[in-house]
């Protein structure tokens, strides 16, 4: 297992905010009667904000994989998600898949 972090923050004449960020990642195999069965993951998120003259702005983000290994098959999930705002305005953005090889 590793896992990583970062922060920051500042002040300045555009104003004063932060970001941070984050990652990690894990793995096992096991060998069994069967064969291998085994499982992985990687993770990754980050947000910032802002608030300076123009109003106040943030954003964040996240994605995520796990991988399955069972038997000869291998099984991966993932999803992202994100939102920024800024100037009033919002977005959100997701997304996921699932895949069996």
Do not use: C, R
Request: net charge neutral; aromatic share 10%.
């Amino acid at each position: 297992m590793a896992n990583a972090n970062a922060y920051g923050q500042y002040f300045g004449q555009n104003g004063f905010g932060y970001s941070a960020a984050n990652a990690g990642a894990g793995a096992f195999m096991n060998q069994g009667p069967l064969g291998y069965m085994g499982a992985s993951n990687a993770n990754a998120a980050s947000q910032n904000m802002n608030f300076g003259p123009g109003g106040v702005s943030a954003s964040g983000a996240h994605t995520m994989t796990h991988e399955y290994d069972m038997f000869g098959k291998k099984v991966i999930v993932s999803n992202a998600a994100g939102f920024s705002v800024a100037n009033g305005a919002s977005s959100v953005t997701k997304s996921g898949s699932v895949s069996v090889a």
